[in-house]
């Protein structure tokens, strides 16, 4: 089993940033593909983005490309989300996933595919 903690949420205003992190424990997630999803007031959760075993691929969607970018820490088994010129809209509560597969493509934006799930963490952008 993995447990997966999420931390680095908070309050900021429009046009601030935060970093997110994920902290995996309970196995080494080094061969995981790891992603961040998230789920605003009244809507679904949806994919944000999502990072390869060693890191070197990477996949956002639309809305946060050019302002969010993934990255992971093997060896200290966690994955983080840096998040630079915040909107209203990005306002949600950022959950972290591991998936045991190798994903690629559209596939890795499917939150089925993905088999560990994190507790969420809030992120509240103000205008």
């Known amino acids: 089993q993995v447990q997966l903690v999420e931390s680095g949420g908070g309050l900021v205003q429009a046009g601030g940033s935060l970093r997110l992190s994920c902290a995996a424990s309970?196995?080494?997630?080094?061969?995981?593909?790891m992603a961040w999803f998230r789920q605003g007031p009244g809507k679904e959760r949806e994919f944000v983005a999502r990072?390869?075993?060693?890191?070197?691929?990477?996949y956002y969607t639309d809305s946060v490309k050019g302002r969010f970018t993934i990255s992971r820490d093997n060896a200290k088994n966690s994955v983080y989300l840096q998040m630079n010129s915040l909107k209203t809209e990005d306002t949600a509560v950022y959950y972290c996933?591991?998936?045991?597969?190798?994903?690629?493509?559209?596939?890795?934006?499917?939150?089925?595919?993905?088999?560990?799930w994190g507790q969420g963490t809030q992120v509240t952008v103000s205008s």
């Open positions: 996933a591991a998936a045991t597969q190798e994903l690629s493509g559209t596939i890795s934006i499917r939150s089925y595919q993905y088999d560990y």
């Open positions: 309970g196995r080494t997630t080094s061969s995981y593909t």
């Open positions: 990072i390869s075993p060693n890191g070197w691929s990477t």
